[in-house]
């Protein structure tokens, strides 16, 4: 097989998912929705936190709705990669997957494909948020390279995370599973980082969690684009590693649970 032939089934798989989320419009509605609620709901209940003392010292900032915007895209990215696994089971309970088993094509592309149209998914829920966050006021700081920065952080982010939703369907095999394990491994650590608070605001155990915690450090690379002008490139950087760190360890255990479930 030709790397050529090969790029080809990855995109023909990706296209088959991107097809099938359009045709769910109730789904992309919501899925589209959903940040915009968290957007405006958590900006307006929690707006007095930037009146806190030392939160603009701390965060560069005196708007808390320019900070949580960094917290929405995080959000967003861990919710679109709980769908991932969730789609992997849909496949597997309607025999699609025994299909793609068994067709003459490399197997490594059946999850190369989802793992793209999933970034294609991520990547249009990210610029429906940063639109909102422009409407309400907030801008990126450090200009355009920031801006296709932050871009790159939420893609990479969330297909090195979406690892951990396909690992738990193929392990499972059950939509219900998936998505309970996902959620329970998933939302508590956004709260247990610095993306809805400032590390000098959380109290221990939290902020000593917060510093193991690798979302933290995706939150700082996103906070460092929107707020602080000038690339603080350490910052991003760290957020890179952490993410490639990330990806290494649940992009490897996927693959390995898949090659099993393909070879059944």
């Known amino acids: ?74 959000q967003t990215v861990l919710a679109s990669a709980m769908q991932s696994g969730v789609g992997f089971v849909t496949d597997m309970e309607s025999g699609f997957l025994d299909k793609l088993k068994v067709a003459p094509i490399h197997r490594a592309s059946i999850l190369l494909g989802k793992l793209l149209s999933d970034g294609a998914r991520i990547l249009l829920q990210t610029a429906v948020i940063l639109i909102l966050a422009f409407a309400l006021g907030v801008g990126i700081a450090t200009g355009l390279l920031g801006l296709v920065l932050l871009f790159a952080i939420a893609l990479a982010f969330g297909i090195a995370w979406s690892g951990i939703s396909t690992f738990i369907a193929l392990a499972t095999k059950n939509s219900e599973s998936t998505l309970m394990i996902s959620l329970l491994t998933t939302f508590p650590l956004l709260f247990l980082s610095t993306a809805v608070m400032p590390k000098l605001l959380l109290k221990s155990p939290v902020s000593d969690i917060a510093v193991y915690n690798p979302i933290t450090y995706i939150a700082d690379g996103l906070h460092g684009l929107i707020i602080t002008p000038g690339l603080n490139w350490s910052v991003v950087g760290l957020a890179f590693l952490i993410i490639g ?17 393909v070879s059944a």
């Open 245 to 261: 760190a990330v990806g290494f360890i649940t992009l490897s255990a996927t693959t390995t649970m898949f090659r099993r479930t």
């Open 1 to 74: 097989m030709t790397a050529g032939e090969f790029f080809g089934e990855v995109k023909s798989i990706a296209g088959r998912w991107i097809k099938k989320t359009l045709r769910r419009p109730p789904f992309l509605f919501f899925s589209l929705v959903q940040p915009i609620v968290w957007f405006v709901l958590f900006t307006a209940a929690f707006a007095s936190v930037a009146d806190i003392p030392g939160f603009k010292e701390s965060t560069g900032t005196g708007s808390y709705l320019t900070f949580f915007a960094g917290a929405v895209i995080i």
